[in-house]
T-cell receptor, first 114, second 115 residues
């Protein structure tokens, strides 16, 4: 009964470093997305995918890349970390083809860029 | 485009007090409406939802009614507990295919319940 699994839970990066946040779901959901959560800003969509091989940009895609080679996995790559990317990141998944669909969230990754 | 506006927090209540968190929306057609809750240190989880006008969603003592005439989906609970301390998010998905199915979020309302 894993649901959505995100790793790592905490990460500290130096400016300019790159890293990948991992996200995996075992519910056969078509739709997966990445959000960042910042104080007073709510949840902002970074990238999303409606199925394997298909990705698209959300509200705040700059500085991030994604790929969707399988239904289960949706990693988020920070290309060259900047202090402005300090945030809490959440991965979510849901059925996309059904209206009223519930989104399932991972536990989050707290990223600090120094 | 679609949007969600919810009352700003933080909201601080004493245990057993009545809770209302206001949420209004802008959307074409008939969106589906959701309340998600985020407990400290955790991800978001669905609290309740309503999919058509006049529907009432309920869970864990919380209720919200889909009011199309006022474009609102206010969250209420008659008697809050310390364990209800969390951040509450109102959200919607549109009624059309494609990108309108994406979740549109309010900014969240932080609730602290004191014993």
């Amino acid at each position: 009964n894993a649901g959505v699994t995100q790793t790592p839970k905490f990460q500290v990066l130096k400016t300019g470093q790159s890293m990948t946040l991992q996200c995996a779901q075992d519910m056969n959901h078509e739709y997966m997305s990445w959000y960042r959560q910042d104080p007073g800003m709510g949840l902002r969509l970074i990238h999303y995918s409606v199925g394997a091989g298909i990705t698209d940009q959300g509200e705040v895609p700059n500085g991030y890349n994604v790929s969707r080679s399988t239904t289960e996995d949706f990693p988020l790559r920070l290309l060259s970390a900047a202090p402005s990317q300090t945030s809490v990141y959440f991965c979510a998944s849901s059925y996309f083809s059904t209206l009223n669909t519930e989104a399932f969230f991972g536990q989050g990754t707290r990223l600090t860029v120094v | 485009g679609n949007s969600v506006t919810q009352m700003e927090g933080p909201v601080t209540l004493s245990e057993e007090a009545f809770l209302t968190i206001n949420c209004t929306y802008t959307a074409t057609g008939y969106p589906s409406l959701f309340w998600y809750v985020q407990y400290p240190g955790e991800g978001l989880q669905l609290l309740l939802k309503a999919t058509k006008a006049d529907d009432k969603g309920s869970n864990k003592g919380f209720e919200a009614t889909y009011r199309k005439e006022t474009t609102s989906f206010h969250l209420e609970k008659g008697s809050v507990q310390v364990s209800d301390s969390a951040v509450y998010f109102c959200a919607l998905t549109g009624s059309n295919a494609g990108n309108n199915r994406k979740l549109i979020w309010g900014l969240g309302t932080s609730l602290a319940v004191n014993p």
